[in-house]
């Protein structure tokens, strides 16, 4: 294949990516196109394939809506996975850092089945086991250790480039279908907020230096300024992890900038 052939693939994968968030779906399929199994090097495809991740991951879902949050079932888990591997693939780091940063992604709200408190740091923990039990080297399981420990605004930072990526994938994620039961949404500010949302859309421009969350709100749902209300601390720690980045961090709302 041509670099030129492999350009368009990719372009062509993203495009497709990005109707799917849109429409609210699962990218599961697109990041089992992007990560096919590899003999020999533990990688998504394994973290993917494996009954204890999936067990864990639905079992986090159940605890959290539980709790009332948000979906944070199959289809976030692998919003988060793409979009930690596009922002690395965009800003040139290698093939495997940007698939740590997806195997990271993928598995960061794994804590959520221990308690929604310091899921965060459980969730290391219980990725850092799977990882080594899966044969992932050392070096690489912490890596994804310590970008999974640190993606929460609350305790968190922006301590790597795979931390960063994760963060700011994992903060871009916010849309009317996480919300669970729409009839919460005039009692319910999360709820709201997120059913607002129509679309969201990440930008990386490399060579401007810069890391753009484009966000359509529906207005008549919710006022912007409840958006702010409940993720100022969510866009502090994503301008942190831009600058980790080196880029400076653009929050677009309904066609407006605010950086
Ligand atoms: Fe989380
Ligand atoms: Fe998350």
Request: hydrophobic letters at 40%; aromatic letters at 6%.
């Amino acid at each position: 294949m041509n670099p030129k052939s492999k350009e368009r693939v990719t372009g062509n994968l993203q495009e497709r990516a990005q109707q799917m968030i849109v429409e609210g779906e699962t990218l599961e399929s697109v990041l089992a196109e992007l990560y096919p199994q590899v003999e020999g090097v533990v990688g998504l495809s394994d973290v993917m394939g494996d009954r204890e991740v999936r067990i864990y991951l639905e079992k986090s879902n159940e605890v959290l809506g539980a709790l009332g949050y948000t979906e944070h079932g199959s289809r976030h888990h692998s919003i988060t996975a793409y979009r930690s591997y596009w922002i690395l693939c965009q800003l040139g780091y290698s093939p495997r850092e940007q698939e740590l940063a997806a195997v990271a992604g993928y598995m960061h709200d794994i804590g959520g089945v221990v308690n929604r408190q310091m899921h965060e740091q459980s969730g290391a923990i219980i990725s850092g086991s799977i990882l080594k039990r899966l044969g992932m080297e050392t070096e690489e399981r912490i890596e994804c250790m310590m970008a999974i420990g640190n993606h929460d605004e609350k305790t968190g930072e922006p301590v790597t480039p795979i931390t960063a990526a994760l963060i700011l994938a994992d903060k871009s994620d916010v849309h009317r279908s996480r919300v669970r039961n729409p009839s919460m949404i005039s009692f319910d500010i999360h709820d709201r907020v997120n059913y607002a949302v129509l679309n969201t859309h990440l930008f990386v421009n490399a060579d401007e230096d810069k890391i753009k969350l484009s966000i359509t709100i529906d207005t008549k749902i919710s006022h912007v300024m409840e958006y702010f209300e409940i993720f100022l601390t969510r866009m502090i720690i994503s301008r942190k992890a831009a600058r980790k980045l080196g880029l400076s961090f653009i929050l677009e709302i309904n066609d407006v900038e605010m950086s």
